[in-house]
């Protein structure tokens, strides 16, 4: 399988300075070496020290090299340690190097590869699934011997069949591409049955683009439409942002056609961004069946609480007073999603409640609805609620508590919200100047007089 190949040049990654002491003047004069508040860490050990050391410790820090991060001290030292107790000829060490090279995908650069595969074709002959993942990977990307993809394939299936998932995601490629062996889908199908989820997933969506893009062989869109269908039933937002790459062209490949169809099958998966997506395209259409089914996607996509612009448009898609029965839809989808958590719901029934739209109209409820979306901090909720403190609908009036909602509004950014405050607090202000003026004005006349 084509991945990307990353490098390791050993003993020069990471190398640490790390001083134990620093200087400071005394007062008299001289100078007196202190201890470092911070704790320092140790010098790695060098290729002269590893040499040293015993097998059985070389195979200790070699362990590490298993679970560290490629970018750590403790990766380059245990690879280190590991190459030096294989090269000795300990068996164990060998396989503990096939293992590291097959789970981080690395090329041992300065390795004597014809010894190295001698090593883990022995290790390979007496089942060590490992090292014929190792061999595999030589061949496949041409690692110190020839490209042989169909003799990494061959590789490939001997770990497969003694249970490796690696290599069972490997053959599942080589099938699924022809990449070293005949394409059949079916069997590549076959072969993920025994590899887990997240590895599935990411096979499924490899072949789907070799086979996209022609990485392989010839570009076959069909087909990696069926594998990214596949991916889909896993993982749907996985497969709604390789539509997206193919609507917008970013991978290298662009097609409307196929990424209508993939945004399609997220949808139904239940993917809240790809039913978001599809709705919006079908909301604006003038077919009443069309706009049914936008506000079945929107009533999918607002379950998800995180998803409030599902949830606003089925809000706006409600003020547009739509005709038929579309009205009871939309208000049995804010139901779900206001349930479901969706705050930006509660302002789309607050405004049913609130004008009657399909619901007995009641400014209580409609005002206890934006409460609840005031306190989640939505600036609408706060402008609207703070329109019915204005008036006393639905609350008691209270021009203060208005003002201090609907300027948490403006503040938050909500366009009519600075216009609204204006008007409500500008009179006051005209006001209080001319009741200021009046006893200088009564002064004056009576002055005169």
């Known amino acids: 399988m084509m991945r990307t190949t990353q490098f ?4 020069s990654l990471l190398a640490m300075t790390a001083p134990a002491t620093m200087a400071s ?7 007196q070496v202190r201890q470092s508040q911070t704790a320092v860490p140790s010098a790695p050990p060098t290729q002269a020290q590893l040499r040293a050391m015993s097998t059985l410790r070389l195979l200790k820090l070699g362990q ?3 679970t560290e991060e490629m970018d ?8 280190d340690a590991v190459k030096i107790a294989s090269a000795r000829g300990d068996r164990e060490a060998t396989r ?5 090279m097959a789970r981080h995908q690395i090329i041992l650069g300065s390795d004597d590869r014809a010894k190295l595969e001698k090593r883990f074709r022995y290790e390979a002959l007496r089942g060590a699934s490992s090292s014929v993942l190792a061999i595999a990977n030589m061949y496949d990307r041409g690692d110190g011997v020839p490209a042989d993809t169909k003799k990494a394939a061959e590789w490939y299936l001997w770990a497969a069949r003694v249970g490796h998932e690696r290599a069972m995601a490997h053959v599942a490629y080589a099938y699924g591409t022809g990449r070293g062996l005949e394409r059949n889908a079916a069997t590549a199908l076959k072969w993920l049955d025994g590899v887990n989820e997240g590895r599935q997933r990411s096979t499924l969506l490899e072949i789907g683009w070799a086979l996209a893009l022609g990485t392989e062989s010839t570009r076959d869109m069909p087909s990696a439409l069926r594998f990214f269908e596949r991916a889909a039933q896993i993982k749907p937002s996985a497969v709604y942002q390789v539509a ?8 290298g490949v662009q097609d409307r056609d196929a990424a209508g169809q993939l945004i399609r099958i997220a949808a139904e998966r239940g993917d809240s961004g790809a039913a978001t997506h599809l709705a919006n395209a079908l909301s604006s259409s003038g077919n009443v069946e069309d706009q049914r089914r936008a506000v079945q996607l929107y009533s999918l996509a607002a379950q998800d609480k995180t998803n409030l612009a599902a949830g606003q448009s089925l809000s706006r898609l409600l003020a547009l007073r739509p005709s038929g029965d579309l ?6 989808a804010l139901d779900k999603a206001a349930a479901a958590g969706n705050t930006e719901a509660l302002i789309g029934l607050a405004h049913a409640y609130s004008e009657g739209i399909g619901l007995d109209p009641s400014p209580e409820k409609a005002a206890a609805l934006l409460q609840q979306a005031a306190e989640a901090g939505l600036p609408e909720a706060k402008y609207r609620l703070g329109l019915m403190y204005k008036t006393g609908t639905g609350v008691a009036a209270d021009l203060g508590k208005a003002v201090e909602l609907i300027t948490s509004a403006r503040e938050s950014g ?8 204006s008007s409500m607090t500008e009179p006051a202000v005209t006001n209080s100047v001319e009741q200021a003026a009046k006893p200088a004005d009564q002064a004056s006349e009576a002055v005169v007089k």
């Open 25 to 31: 003047p005394n007062p008299g004069g001289g100078s």
């Open 64 to 66: 590490k090299a298993l």
């Open 414 to 421: 909500y366009p009519l919200a600075a216009v609204a405050l």
């Open 8 to 11: 390791v040049f050993l003993s």
């Open 96 to 100: 503990l190097m096939a293992k590291i």
């Open 327 to 332: 009205v009871a839809d939309i208000i049995t």
């Open 244 to 251: 997206l790459d193919l609507e917008r062209g970013t991978r």
């Open 72 to 79: 750590t001290q403790d990766f380059v030292t245990g690879l």
